[in-house]
């Protein structure tokens, strides 16, 4: 299955810019302000914006707290809220406090668009946004709005545009480096048969892209089964790859659809290595039935250290959660809400120091960043629009006992082929 990753807009279908269309005009006619063209100079000489004022800077979370992804937006929510706490308790940013108005669209596109435009005039950047399909819908927004976007998604579709900032790896990245760790460490051999169970849409079709393009390199062959969010009995994608005889299987979905995948798998008998993307692990999952089966067969690729790694970054950041929110799981949505707000929060002290919160300024700063490290996890490059923002990933591994519930296998490092992968994809 080919995905072109030209331009962003080559994803997105007429179909859906025509349902989405009244609902955005509807939400954007009445501002003047949102396309971040209208700038005042505060009391402090600091140009402003959308979103600025003498006292504060505002920022927006469109996340999600009510469908599949809730836990994960919970987490993000949270260690983005205590970033900016943190952040106003040492005097904030240009002077200014810093706000974060979330809102839930519960991953329903429509929902996040009538939000987007609830709040677009009122934010300078978006340091979260849930969901491939939700930024592809607000993508033609963001770009006349110069909003600054870091999505929490990583389809290659969301490359390309000034504003929009994928963090780490895209997912095709993601499978080249699960499908190098399955050769590297001898799980497959040459000929052998890889599963690759993904979601309908950018993010299942930009990770098949890449298991394709390495399981091709490496003389082997994918068998895909396509699903959708709301599929959570995966016994019928088990007997088709049960039936064609795969050595390992690929996962490109959500946490309930792996925990049911290894369930599944390890009773019927379809013992053989799992690697999930990120997004498709949680540590609640340690606390379901499924448990044995993750432990005994589940890598995880990701971007993001676990966070039970000894980065001492990432062990200032759980302790301060853990105190924080008591009794609240630390997992890998943390790690990722907390980075991205810290790298939000450099841009936005860059842009300051230039004398402009502008969200034109604040772009420009973001775009200036060639070594960005937070200390969380490997340094990234924000000069090249149309480039992941890093190419290496970590090899995790589950484990009930570790915060998190992820323990690191392997330290990040670039897979063989990446690099001409990327420049083949142009």
């Not at 349902?19 to 700038?39: E, F, N, P, R």
């Not at 300051?352 to 996890?377: M, W």
Request: hydrophobic share 40%; aromatic share 4%.
């Amino acid at each position: 299955m080919n995905v072109t990753h030209s331009r962003p807009r080559t994803t997105r279908t007429a179909a859906l810019a025509a349902a989405l269309a009244a609902v955005l005009l509807a939400g954007t006619a009445c501002s003047t302000k949102a396309d971040g063209g209208s700038t005042d100079d505060a009391a402090d000489g600091v140009k402003a914006g959308p979103g600025v004022s003498d006292k504060a800077i505002k920022l927006g979370a469109l996340t999600d707290l009510t469908g599949p992804y809730a836990t994960l937006g919970k987490s993000i929510v949270q260690a983005q809220q205590m970033w900016a706490d943190e952040t106003n308790s040492a005097g904030g940013i240009c002077g200014r406090k810093v706000e974060i108005v979330v809102k839930d669209h519960g991953y329903d596109v429509q929902k996040a668009v009538t939000a987007y435009a609830d709040i677009s005039r009122d934010v300078v950047a978006l340091p979260q946004v849930i969901g491939s399909p939700v930024v592809a819908a607000l993508l033609d927004d963001i770009e006349r709005d110069h909003m600054l976007t870091f999505p929490q998604a990583w389809a290659a579709s969301l490359l390309g545009m000034d504003p929009v900032q994928v963090l780490g790896t895209t997912y095709d990245v993601d499978m080249i480096a699960a499908v190098d760790f399955l050769t590297r460490t001898k799980k497959i051999a040459k000929g052998d048969t890889i599963g690759h169970v993904y979601f309908e849409g950018d993010y299942g079709a930009n990770a098949l892209e890449g298991s394709e393009w390495a399981a091709e390199q490496a003389g082997t062959k994918v068998v895909g089964q396509k699903i959708k969010a709301t599929d959570t009995d995966l016994t019928a994608q088990v007997s088709a790859l049960s039936k064609a005889g795969v050595k390992a299987i690929l996962i490109s979905a959500g946490p309930a659809q792996t925990a049911s995948l290894a369930g599944v798998a390890a009773a019927r008998g379809l013992k053989v290595p799992i690697v999930s993307s990120a997004p498709g692990y949680s540590p609640q999952l340690m606390k379901t039935p499924a448990a044995p089966a993750l432990e005994a067969m589940v890598h995880v690729v990701s971007a993001a250290p676990a966070v039970s790694s000894d980065l001492p970054g990432v062990q200032k950041m759980v302790a301060s959660y853990t105190k924080k929110y008591p009794g609240e799981p630390v997992d890998s949505g943390v790690l990722s809400g907390y980075n991205a707000a810290q790298l939000m929060g450099a841009d936005l002290k860059k842009a300051c120091e230039g004398g402009s919160l502008t969200r034109q300024d604040v772009v420009k700063a973001h775009r200036s960043q060639k070594n960005a490290d937070t200390g969380l996890g490997t340094p990234q490059n924000f000069t090249l629009v149309t480039e992941p923002a890093s190419r290496s990933t970590y090899v995790l591994k589950p484990d009930a006992e570790a915060a998190g519930g992820l323990v690191g296998v392997e330290e990040a490092h670039k897979a063989p082929g990446v690099d001409a992968y990327l420049a083949g994809r142009g």
